[in-house]
DNA sequence: CGTTCAGTTGACTAAGGTCAATTCCCGTGG
DNA sequence: CCACGGGAATTGACCTTAGTCAACTGAACG
């Protein structure tokens, strides 16, 4: 049984995109599923192709592509984010990627092919599949320009300054060096130099 | 008046993503304009807010950011290829993006507004929709987990051999350079290093 | 033939990476 | 309450690689 507060957060994320009927609505309730993770603990995992989406109802998580051993951060996942391995499941191969609890997580989720099956079914949730994906877009668009064109001393403060910096703060320096593209000892010494001024 | 096998052109581009009846595909007909480029000339500039899509018939073309006077590519299209500023349109800004014809371009266009308004209208131009935000994504998360998780040095190797080769031999180094992210100084540099192995 | 522009090369600089030592913080157990 | 352990962050020394500036080469085009 899901708690009714939970799935009223999952239903305001949607209804951020699109209006729906309660018909529609209730075509992805009986798909959802309540799942717990502990900190540390990987919900996805590289090579796997379990496609299932979610929301997270509390705490946060990160995604990276391991590459020669190495992590690459590329995504932090927070409360009322929807969070999935969405490449993996549009292109219905293995997942490049890891994600993993930063802390104690609740999540509600559903399988990715259930979307889909609704958007079949229904064309305001075939709607909702586009503004994610226009969503998603938007936001891979801003991180890749903001890859290319700014230095990882000019990407810090703007990441600080940014629409998250309260929930920034909870999340270790390692892990945003890692998602600037920087080693933990360049960040600190950025930070430095930051200070000087 | 537009050639009809320019027209046929778009139209089987379209129908790669989606398949559409002919009442559909006529939807889309009336707002089609035919557009021609000199080489070296911009189709849509920095800060404009004029937004249209449209498909290279033929020649290439590419877009980058400007910032700090300097030029950033960030991608390459070419005949087939789907161009516009993707993300000015969605967010209804000013784009941030030049787009300039490298040679001679042949274009068919049409108002990314009047996209919108068959999503309204159509189910099936709404799929279109949503497939190509998904299409575009996937490109974006290549792209970006690209820049993180590859050095200059192996990223050009990958360009090279990606499926883009031949296409790739027409594009002048500089902004081959451009878009890796490093200056044609370090680019040549790094052709003489892999020559050497 | 010059002019122009792309590409290469050399000398030097700047900035991040690597490795290792040290400090700081925090929680746990004596 | 304090001592210890472990992970995170900082710092120093040194290395690697891209950036910058400038000179030079080479090919294309008038």
């Known amino acids: 049984m899901i ?30 599923a309540y799942h717990h993770l502990s900190k540390g603990e990987k919900w996805i995992n590289e090579g796997q192709k379990e496609q299932r989406m979610g929301i ?26 929807f969070v999935g391995s969405y490449i993996s499941a549009l292109t219905n191969k293995p997942s490049q990627l890891t994600i993993e609890a930063l802390t104690d997580c609740r999540l509600l989720t559903f399988p990715y092919a259930h979307l889909q099956m609704l958007y079949e079914k229904a064309p305001r949730w075939e709607r909702f599949g586009r503004l994610l994906a226009e969503y998603l877009a938007i936001g891979l668009e801003e991180r890749m320009a903001g890859l290319l064109t700014m230095s990882p ?9 940014g629409n998250k ?18 080693t933990p000892v360049s960040l600190s010494r950025i930070r430095k130099r930051l200070l000087e001024k």
Chains 1, 2 share one sequence.
Do not use: C
């Not at 001393?153 to 300054?161: G, N």
């Open 56 to 81: 997270v109802l509390s705490g946060n998580m990160r995604h990276y592509y391991t590459r020669d051993g190495a992590e690459k951060t590329t995504y932090f996942y927070f409360e009322n984010h």
């Open 153 to 161: 001393e000019e990407r810090y403060p703007e990441l600080l300054h």
């Open 165 to 182: 910096q309260k929930i920034l703060e909870r999340i270790p320096q390692h892990y945003i060096a890692n998602y600037l593209g920087i």
């Open 3 to 32: 708690a009714d507060q939970d799935i009223a957060v999952l239903k305001s994320a949607i209804l951020r995109f699109v209006p729906l009927t309660a018909e529609e609505w209730d075509l992805l309730l009986p798909a959802l």
